[in-house]
């Protein structure tokens, strides 16, 4: 099972969520038989489409970070170190 399911950053997979939720509910021979599987894979392939958006999104910001400080190096190199210290007080 997945570890904290029920969190603000699941909020679009909570419905499907709930209803796995409701399933093991049921019992656990309910549960043993695999009749709770579709709604399982239904909740892996909800959470793998929000981790794949938020590592996209984490990507992006970080080559956008690598961008900053490349762009600080270059100036450093040519002997600008206002980049340096506009970039270091920027927090």
């Not at 997945?2 to 209803?19: K, R």
């Not at 909740?43 to 690598?66: D, F, I, M, P, Y």
């Not at 400080?69 to 040519?78: F, G, L, N, S």
Request: charged content about 35%.
């Amino acid at each position: 099972m997945h570890s904290h399911l029920h969190t603000q950053d699941n909020v679009g997979c909570e419905e499907i969520m709930n209803a796995l939720d409701e399933c093991h509910a049921r019992g656990f021979l309910y549960k043993a038989v695999g009749g709770c599987n579709d709604i399982k894979r239904e909740v892996n392939k909800c959470l793998s489409g929000a981790r794949a958006q938020k590592s996209g999104k984490n990507r992006e910001t970080g080559l956008q970070r690598r961008q900053r400080i490349e762009a600080v190096w270059a100036k450093m190199d040519e002997g600008d170190y206002t980049a340096l210290e506009e970039f270091t007080k920027r927090k």
